[in-house]
C-alpha cells in the first residue's frame, strides 16, 4: 500500500497536467470582419472568444465532440511544434497562430496558408466558432436594439445550423427563449426562435 501511494500520487498530477491543457488561436487580419480574434479551448470544452485583445471574453462550453475533435486535431498536429506554413505564394488570409499550452509544454505555429489537411480542418473549426460567436453578438443587439432585425438574425443562425457550422449551440438557448417567449416580438421571430431552440435541445446527447 505504501508503495501505491507515490504511484496514485503520480497519475494524479499526470491527470491534473492533462486537464490544464489549453490551445490558442489567434487571427489578424486588418479590413477583415473581425479584424482581430482570440480564441480559447480547454480541455473542458471551456472557450473564451474575444474581437480585441482588451475585450472581457465571451465565456461559452462546447460539447464533448466539439472539444475532443479540436484537441484530436491538435494531437494530430504533433502540438504545433512542426511548421504549418505552405512557402507558397498566395494572398494574405489573415496572420493565424496556433499555441499549445499544457504546462511546461509549449507549441506554437504561424501561417498565412497551410496545405496540411488537419492544420485546415482545425482553422476551419477556429472560424466556425467565429461565425457563431458573430451571429450570438448579432442576435443579442438586435434583441436589444432592434426588434425588427432580430428575425433576420435568427434566418442566419438558422442557416449555420442547417450547415452543421454552429458551435456551442446551447448558448444561443437563453437568447431563443426569451424571444420565442415575449410577445413584444414578431410572431414570425417567436416562431423562428422556438424552434431554433426545440432542435438544440433535440440535438443534445442523452444522459
Known amino acids: 500500500m505504501t508503495r501505491l501511494v507515490p504511484l496514485l ?3 494524479g498530477v499526470a491527470a491534473s497536467a492533462a ?29 473564451a472568444y474575444k474581437e480585441s485583445a482588451d475585450d472581457d471574453p465571451e465565456q461559452f462550453k462546447l460539447n464533448e465532440s466539439e472539444a475532443s475533435g479540436i484537441f484530436d486535431l491538435a494531437q494530430k498536429l504533433d502540438h504545433f511544434t512542426r511548421p504549418l ?27 498565412n496558408y497551410s496545405l496540411d489537411e488537419n492544420a485546415k480542418t482545425l482553422y476551419d473549426q477556429f472560424e466556425r466558432i467565429t461565425e457563431t460567436e458573430r451571429q450570438l453578438l448579432i442576435l443579442r443587439r438586435a ?15 438558422q442557416s449555420i445550423w442547417d450547415h452543421k457550422r ?3 449551440a446551447e448558448q444561443f438557448l437563453p437568447l431563443l427563449d426569451q424571444v420565442a417567449g415575449n410577445d413584444i416580438y414578431m410572431h414570425i421571430a417567436r416562431t423562428r426562435a422556438a424552434e431554433l431552440a426545440e432542435a438544440i435541445r433535440g440535438a443534445k446527447p442523452k444522459a
Open 9 to 11: 500520487f503520480a497519475l
Open 85 to 111: 506554413e505552405s512557402g507558397l505564394k498566395v494572398a494574405n488570409m489573415g496572420a493565424k497562430t496556433l499555441r499549445w499550452e499544457n504546462g511546461a509544454e509549449v507549441g506554437e505555429a504561424k501561417f
Open 166 to 168: 454552429l458551435m456551442g
Open 19 to 47: 486537464d490544464s491543457a489549453r490551445i490558442i488561436y489567434t487571427k489578424s487580419f486588418p479590413g477583415s470582419t473581425p479584424a482581430y480574434v482570440s480564441i480559447t479551448v480547454d480541455r473542458s470544452g471551456s472557450v
Open 143 to 157: 434583441i436589444r436594439h432592434d426588434k425588427l432585425g432580430i428575425d433576420e438574425a435568427l434566418t442566419n443562425i
